[in-house]
């Protein structure tokens, strides 16, 4: 058996002491064997002086009760085994960190509940797993800043994803994920979105929310625009776009259908200004009237509520690549004009992003 700790073997020492079981080809009985031993030594006999636990690279199928013992572990590396099922046996132990990547583990694979570390995980990696939909259980670790769900088969993002709000890293690429819902942009402390290598056509407005958002990963989709909302991450140093439509397609898209009568009211009433005074209108009505967005053409003093014409607009972002962003109209002849061509490189401050990735 190897592994390495600090010298002292006193249960009062304060420095951090590591268990390295890894690169052993060990099955389960044989790391419950040999954790055994280790709370057995009549010298060093306390093992609560472990904080990590190495178990990466072997046989494990599932994980010996004896993980228990040690009621000080904070990390546990389990990655690369063979692991079919992660039940509730770490109940006893405060970890910080469980990282479980590349296993074959299932959403069967999970117990029902994490309750036990909803208040100690920081980070968890289930990458490289067989996981089909988010892990709902997943939602209840609102103390998660780093959650790793790469390479999997996943299909949804959940909307509860707002739940996870001091999440900084979220990776979840390389599976099928088609849609991001708004509630993403509730992730106001997430500095790093992977969502690269999934089926995604388009990133919800809210995304603007995100700005501490430094790297912004989106390669290997099926994006045809980006939001114009894009531009105001400030923050954001990385976008990955390479392997996606927009890079190479010109995509104009209008919505021509007839406004309603309540919009083409709504519309007069805000064009012209006319003064509504409390009860005249149902309060349905006044915060109806409150909904309307601008037209984004300068010259342009309309707007507009549930009927609007969507247009691409492509904007250089670096001087060198021109990006396609999706902007909102009014109305079709407010794309025609002179001021879309001394407009389309104001929006975005040449600070705004030193690595574009097309290619």
Avoid at 346 to 356: E, G, Q, Y
Wanted: proline share 5%; with cysteine; glycine share 2%.
């Amino acid at each position: 058996m190897e592994y390495y700790t600090s010298d002292s073997c006193d249960s009062d020492s304060r420095e951090q002491k590591t268990l390295d079981l890894s690169n052993r080809s060990l099955d389960c009985r044989t790391v419950s064997s040999e954790l055994m031993s280790i709370i057995d030594e009549k010298d060093c006999a306390d093992s609560n002086n472990y904080e990590i636990l190495l178990l990466y690279s072997n046989q494990i199928k599932s994980l010996p009760d004896t993980i228990n013992k040690f009621c000080n572990l904070k990390i546990l590396d389990v990655s690369n085994n063979r692991l079919s099922s992660l039940p509730d046996v770490l109940k006893n132990c405060p970890l910080t960190s469980l990282i479980a990547k590349h296993n074959e583990l299932t959403n069967e694979s999970l117990p029902k509940c994490f309750y036990s570390m909803k208040k100690t995980l920081r980070e968890l990696n289930l990458s490289g797993n067989k996981f089909s939909y988010f892990p709902e259980q997943v939602l209840q670790l609102t103390s998660l800043k780093y959650l790793y769900l790469g390479g999997n088969n996943i299909v949804n993002i959940p909307k509860d994803i707002w739940k996870l709000n001091s999440l900084q890293i979220l990776s979840i690429g390389a599976n099928q994920i088609t849609e991001v819902p708004d509630s993403v942009g509730a992730l106001i402390s997430l500095q790093a979105l992977v969502l690269s290598n999934n089926q995604i056509e388009q990133l919800p407005a809210s995304i603007a929310n995100l700005k501490q958002l430094r790297s912004l990963l989106l390669h290997k989709n099926k994006l045809k625009t980006l939001p114009t909302q894009i531009i105001k991450l400030k923050c954001l140093t990385e976008l990955s776009l390479r392997d996606n439509p927009l890079v190479v397609r010109f995509v104009r898209d209008m919505t021509l259908q007839p406004a309603s009568l309540l919009e083409l009211a709504a519309r007069t009433i805000k064009l012209y200004n006319i003064p509504i005074q409390p009860g005249d209108i149902p309060t349905t009505l006044n915060k109806y009237l409150k909904a309307a967005q601008c037209c984004v053409n300068p010259k342009c003093k309309g707007v507009f509520f549930d009927n609007r014409v969507e247009h691409i607009k492509f904007v250089d972002f670096c001087g060198k690549y021109r990006i396609p962003l999706l902007q909102y109209l009014c109305s079709s002849k407010c794309i025609t004009g002179s001021w879309e061509s001394r407009e389309i490189d104001s929006n975005a401050p040449p600070h705004l992003m030193r690595k574009v990735l097309l290619g």
